[in-house]
């Protein structure tokens, strides 16, 4: 069975294998309101004012109902039909009448620049929410390069205003990072907070009993965050934290480490990049940013798109490939006996040399299960940014969508010797623990000078990045926050502050421990086939 999207491309259906069985399915197609434009349907500026016409034109993205997606008995087809929405919006190109894009000035709906000199009625400055950036692309996956859902180039980079004061000078730049594996991020950031949640509530209890204030070091799956000093009335002194907000919630996702879940990465997203407003984020019937039309995403649409990132394959490595039989996927030929020596090797130096003391593979969850919204009241939505309350709206703890992260991915299945071989699904241990090697300890570091912006965005520091996530980095060149590093060696030598050691380390090291240390990244790769 193959699906389709409205486009009149051609994709094979997805099969995900749950506690029910296997649900095999072809997409959501609810209809959207048919909106025409005649010759007075453009306002200045470029703006749709949304008049509904007759039938010349139409807006062409499918879209998910949450109630539907809810109520669908069986948890496999459930998951299934929210990652096939998913995939359908992540890869759609959004077009006027969809909402995509926004009123910029000038009659653009697009801009690689921010346009802060835009400050007309409805254009770029007075956008709400107010954007930084964008949009500059009709579609996520312009961006999320191959294989899908990767990383993006340097000329993609998203160009960054935080000021909004038109000043070249204050411009930062982030360039695209793949998503491969998001869901267990996720998982394992939920789990690292509620551990050092544990630890503060035992310290606080043990102040009561002592009537002292009692000093708690928190660390969480191998991640130091420094120490706390806890009173019996709950207060905090947080002066010694390392690497982590004073609320004690780990964020896993973006450069600088400030968003804690998939779903307000994802609206965020939407708005900024593409120009899609969520009627979560700006509210029912509000358009925010000027194109003439409001209720671009559903609460539905968000919902599907979680899924599907939540459900992306792990990243793999070639040593993996190989042994597999499957190196004709990155077409290339088998690893020699050489090749597999220097990688083995390579790991070795990537530990001596102290990359893997923030760079870390060895964190597992205990959990393997994801759900949308999320079982764990840090990583879900009170209340969403328009003021809206999800249960309400249908996204609740009690009847969520549910993702097997060790058994439902439905991508990168193969044939292997008459053996079926699940290689997106992750792997979990003697523990039944699901193995996250994701080489970060999800932890901000001050990185040193060279690795400075000329601004603080959020308040964590000029210079100070969360760790990356180095699996898959063999396939997502270029390199750090902003593209900057054409090649892994580039990437090592921009390391100053907490890195700076294991730099120092690195070019002390002969050239054969530095050449097997970049084939061991080099190792490091994605694949997607569907």
Known sequence: MRRRNNKGKSFRSVCISGVAGIAC????????????????????????????????????????????????DDPAAQAAEAFECGDE?????????????????????????PRADKAGPGEWLNHVPARATGPNSESCGHCHLEPATGAGFSGLNAIRDPERQGQLGQFINRNTPHLMGSGAIQLLAEEMTQILKNSVAKGQSTSCSSNETVRVELEARGTDYGAVDVSCDGT????????????????????????????GFTRNASHNEIGMQATELVGEGVDGDGDGVANELSVGDISAMVIYVAGQVRPTSKFELDRLGLMSLLEEEPLTRSERNQIVSGHRTFEEVGCSS???????????????????????DAVFPAGQDPVEMGVTPENPLVFDLTKDVGDNVFNVNGSEVRLGNFKTNARNRMRVQLYSDLKRHDMGPELAESIDEVGTGNSTWMTSRLWGVGSTAPYLHDGRASTLTEAILAHGGAGAESRENFLQSDTSEQESLIAFLKNLVLIREE
């Open 25 to 72: 399915f072809s997409g959501m197609t609810h209809a959207t309101e048919t909106v025409i434009l005649d010759e007075t349907s453009l306002v200045p500026g470029g703006s749709i004012n949304g008049s509904v016409i007759t039938t010349l034109e139409t807006p062409q993205a499918v879209h998910c109902d949450q109630e539907e997606l809810i109520s669908i």
């Open 89 to 113: 919006l992540f890869g759609f190109e959004f077009n006027a009448l969809d909402g995509g894009g926004a009123n910029v000035g000038d009659g653009q709906r697009y801009t690689r620049v």
């Open 236 to 263: 905090l002194n947080t002066a010694e934290l390392d690497g982590i907000d004073n609320d004690l919630i780990v964020k896993p996702f973006g450069w600088k480490g400030t968003d804690l879940n998939i779903r």
């Open 358 to 380: 923030c760079h870390d593979d060895q964190k597992n969850t205990v959990n393997t299960i994801f759900t949308e919204p999320s079982q764990t009241a840090d990583y879900r």
